[in-house]
């Protein structure tokens, strides 16, 4: 995308200066728009964001030394006043109450054009190291999110601030609990998608015959792409599904839309496109950017800082104090093989600290996992999913589908009611 040209908004009362400097401004090449005096202009600043904003001194009603004591708290462009032999110490003044410059009737247009150059490039450099500063906020962020220090989870972290400022779809490649939810919704955060919204599909709980409802919606519910709007779409467990219904997704994504697609898949995912199991053609519109997520196993020198990290966070939930992590405690982590990833970690760790809230446990128990109903879930997090589940499909059953009413005796909006429906995986039409 090309940048966008110079931006100039014109502040004179006088008709022929203001002709005479739109006409200037054009022909060289700026954007130019104008006013004949200070009324409007915090407005027209508002709705055109220009580079440079360019006044008289001395106007009826509000001057220019005036206008721009008004603009301050705004932060908006640098302001060049146009000013007569006589403005010269008014002139002097508002350059110390922060005007960029000021150019002296009768001006020379091509030193009013090389100023306003300056003072443009002065503009957009001081907004691009606002930009990057808070940035560095937010990848500081991402150190948070993505706890680690081998070089494969810093390496993750660079190419998720990377590809976030991209609009192109991007696959997320990786093995259950490997966090492809968590980085989807930081390339989103990170993005320009940034508080639009985040609308999650677990492909997987999708039946064929009915994608093409859910992703373009009906006469009375709106699809998941209309919701997606503006933001980010994250197609999880995006599966091997027949090929009709491939081709059915297929369609519903090409119809366009003004959202950023981000899917999750399985490594086994291109094994199918090599077998031909999966369509070559809906795979290059999820993947024009790959990004593999690390294994557990593929970054062991992270699991006791995991552990460690997980066992503070849940002490601090659980209001109770991390037990020390022992020598047995470091054989054990580090000889599982970790086939459930971070995510097993982290339950593990949780489970260390409900335990050590009894005032016992160890980690070895922990990783056993036994003695309990594997009908229960393991964490607060699955359980309270679980309850959502069924209360949910409960009032759904119970109001005969009637989606307002649904969603009024669940106490929430009818928006949310849809996307804990898709979150969930609850199948409507099942339930009824």
């Known amino acids: ?136 906020g937010e990848i500081g962020g991402l150190e948070r999110l993505f706890v680690g220090q081998t070089a494969t989870v810093a390496a993750l972290r660079a190419d998720i601030v990377d590809l976030a400022d991209s609009t192109a779809p991007v696959l997320l490649v990786g093995e259950t609990g490997t966090g492809k939810e968590l980085v989807a919704r930081a390339l989103h955060d990170l993005g320009p998608q940034a508080g639009r919204p985040f609308v999650a599909v677990n492909c997987a709980t999708l039946r064929a015959d009915r994608i093409e409802g859910i992703m373009l919606g009906t006469a009375t519910e709106p699809g998941i792409l209309e919701r997606a709007q503006g933001g980010t779409l994250f197609l999880d467990e995006v599966p091997d599904w027949p090929e009709d219904a491939q081709a059915i997704l297929l369609r519903a994504l090409e119809g366009g839309g003004d ?80 086939p459930g990833n971070v995510r097993e970690l982290r339950n593990v760790a949780e489970r260390r600290i409900l335990a050590a809230r009894r005032g016992g446990g160890t980690v070895a128990q922990a990783l056993m996992r036994d003695g309990g109903d594997p009908a229960i879930p393991d964490t607060l997090r699955e359980a309270v999913a679980a309850f959502e589940r069924e209360l949910v499909a409960r009032a759904i059953t119970a109001h005969g589908g009637r989606m307002d009413a649904v969603a009024e005796a669940l106490g929430i909006g009818r928006r949310t009611l849809n996307d804990k429906i898709v979150k969930l995986g609850l199948d409507k039409d099942a339930l009824l």
């Not at 003044?93 to 960029?100: F, V, W």
């Not at 030193?111 to 691009?128: S, V, Y």
């Not at 037990?323 to 599982?336: Q, R, S």
């Open 259 to 338: 959202f950023r697609i981000v899917s999750a898949a399985a490594p086994a995912l291109e094994t199918a496109v090599e077998d031909g199991l999966f369509r070559k053609d809906l795979f290059y519109r999820l993947s024009a950017m790959i990004l593999r997520l690390p294994t557990l196993r593929d970054r062991r020198d992270d699991i006791l800082l995991l552990y460690q990290h997980f066992s503070d966070e849940y002490a601090t939930l659980y209001t109770v104090e991390p037990p020390p992590m022992t020598v047995d405690d470091m054989g054990v982590l580090m000889a599982h093989d970790w």
């Open 1 to 136: 995308m090309s940048a966008r040209a110079p931006v100039a908004l014109v502040v004179d009362d006088d008709r022929d200066m203001r002709l005479s400097l739109l006409h200037l401004l054009t022909v060289s090449g700026w954007e130019a728009h104008a006013l004949p005096g200070a009324a409007g202009v915090r407005g027209r600043i508002a709705a055109l964001d220009p580079d440079v904003l360019l006044s008289d001194m001395r106007m009826p009603g509000m001057d220019g030394l005036t206008l721009l004591r008004s603009l301050k708290p705004l932060n908006g462009p640098p302001v060049i006043l146009i000013s007569a032999h006589g403005d010269i110490p008014m002139a002097v003044a508002a350059m110390r109450d922060g005007a960029y410059s000021f150019v002296e009737k009768p001006f020379d247009p091509e030193a009013l054009l090389r100023l306003m150059t300056q003072a443009m490039d002065h503009h957009r450099l001081t907004r691009e190291a606002g930009r990057l500063r808070a940035r560095l």
